[in-house]
């Protein structure tokens, strides 16, 4: 059985930073496409980033150069780094694992093949 728990989330000022991690247990990852997705109130799920099996990452345009994703399959932990967080980068974030083999992560950032998800964590940024 899948189960991903976040946890990391909290409050910052506008340029801090924060580390969100998602504990994973029931996934090889080596055979999961990994992501991370985040929700604002009032606006759709956004694909935030995503990780391959080979540790490749994507990121979306709102993100690239200042979040991070990465992986320890030895721990179990996928994490998000993100580094000069705007007011903007509120939202409730979410860890997703979809289950691709050998093959590569589909659609990675639209989130509609991802099957299992975390509860959430609130991020807030201030001004």
């Known amino acids: 059985q899948v189960q991903l728990v976040e946890s990391g989330g909290g409050s910052v000022q506008s340029g801090g930073s924060l580390r969100l991690s998602c504990a994973t247990s029931?996934?090889?990852?080596?055979?999961?496409?990994l992501g991370w997705f985040r929700q604002a109130p009032g606006k759709e799920r956004e694909g935030v980033a995503a990780?391959?099996?080979?540790?490749?990452?994507m990121y979306s345009e709102s993100v690239k150069g200042r979040f991070t994703i990465s992986k320890d399959s030895a721990k179990n932990t996928l994490y998000l780094q993100m580094n000069s967080l705007k007011p903007e980068d509120t939202a409730v974030y979410y860890c997703?694992?979809?289950?691709?083999?050998?093959?590569?992560?589909?659609?990675?950032?639209?989130?509609?093949?991802?099957?299992?998800w975390g509860q959430g964590t609130q991020v807030t940024v201030s001004s």
């Open positions: 990780i391959e099996t080979d540790g490749h990452s």
């Open positions: 029931g996934v090889r990852y080596s055979a999961y496409c």
């Open positions: 997703a694992a979809d289950y691709i083999g050998g093959g590569h992560c589909y659609n990675p950032l639209g989130g509609g093949h991802f099957g299992h």
